[in-house]
């Protein structure tokens, strides 16, 4: 499976992906537990996500710790010559605080450990992204309700919940969130007035984001208040979708266009 995904990277540049065209290790150790590859899951700019099964021996023995995990790599190959894998330090140590700050929180996976110097593993979860077909009712959008007040209790604004599929509707039909990677979290040279400030105006849009989910998906369970928190946008996200959006649909272009003089014969 990895060599299969590693050949349809070579479609594009070295630099465009997380890892070069290296891929994730085929066999690893974490915390005193080893691990084989089943699959990798995606491959893009920023990081490398694999998925992996406990082997050996300690598999059997060790019948608390899940069976199945995520490995996630950030970014460590240079770009046109610029060194990346600082950036990606930084970046993983930050998603690592997140996910460790918010240990405990029905929702949120348990945290298995770090491998290298960009990368860590958690507890796979199955499931699939927030969808219509997933057909969430009251009780999920109850749980995510109450995942979301325990993250921001803890100093946490998700950030992240624009997009459904960052949103997983796990086969136990209950919300989880397992990407932290641009969270915000009021530490180091961030835990101040100004910290506070915008970690408040993220929380707030994290609630933004939450009833336009809840009105989308499941209308006929949401109340006239409802709608009108899902209708008050923010000058920020519209500020946000008019920069982004742009920058979104012309690098899919970019990619799209390179992709196919890669596919035409030379």
């Known amino acids: 499976m990895a060599d299969a995904d590693q050949s349809s990277l070579k479609r594009a540049p070295?630099?465009?992906?997380?890892?070069?065209?290296g891929s994730l290790p085929q066999n690893m150790t974490v915390d005193g537990r080893t691990y084989g590859i089943v699959k990798i899951f995606k491959h893009d700019f920023f990081a490398a996500t694999g998925l992996y099964e406990?082997?050996?021996?300690n598999a059997a023995a060790d019948g608390r710790k899940p069976k199945l995990a995520v490995l996630k790599m950030q970014r460590t190959y240079p770009l046109y010559g610029l060194p990346m894998q600082w950036l990606g330090q930084i970046v993983a140590r930050h998603e690592i605080s997140v996910f460790q700050k918010l240990q405990g929180i029905a929702g949120i996976p348990e945290f298995l450990g770090e491998y290298g110097r960009t990368g860590y593993m958690h507890e796979f979860i199955p499931g699939v992204d927030l969808c219509p077909e997933c057909r969430p009712g009251g009780p999920f959008f109850d749980r995510l309700k109450v995942l979301?007040?325990?993250?921001h209790?803890?100093?946490?604004a998700y950030v992240d919940t624009n997009k459904r599929e960052n949103i997983l509707f796990g086969s136990d039909q209950h919300p989880w969130l397992i990407d932290f990677q641009i969270s915000f979290q009021c530490k180091g040279i961030t835990n101040n007035f100004i910290g506070r400030f915008i970690l408040k105006r993220l929380q707030h849009e994290d609630w933004y984001h939450y009833y336009k989910h809840k009105t989308r998906l499941a209308p006929d369970i949401c109340?006239?208040?409802d709608f009108d928190r899902a209708g008050n946008r923010s000058w920020y996200i519209r500020l946000h979708r008019r920069i982004a959006q742009p920058i979104i649909h012309w690098r899919r272009r970019f990619l799209a266009r390179y992709q196919d003089a890669a596919r035409k014969p030379h």
Do not use: N, P
Not at 54 to 57: A, E, H, L, P, Y
């Open 14 to 21: 070295a630099g465009f992906f997380a890892l070069g065209y």
């Open 54 to 57: 406990q082997t050996g021996g």
């Open 148 to 151: 979301m007040t325990e993250i």
């Open 153 to 156: 209790a803890r100093g946490v």
């Open 223 to 225: 109340s006239q208040e």
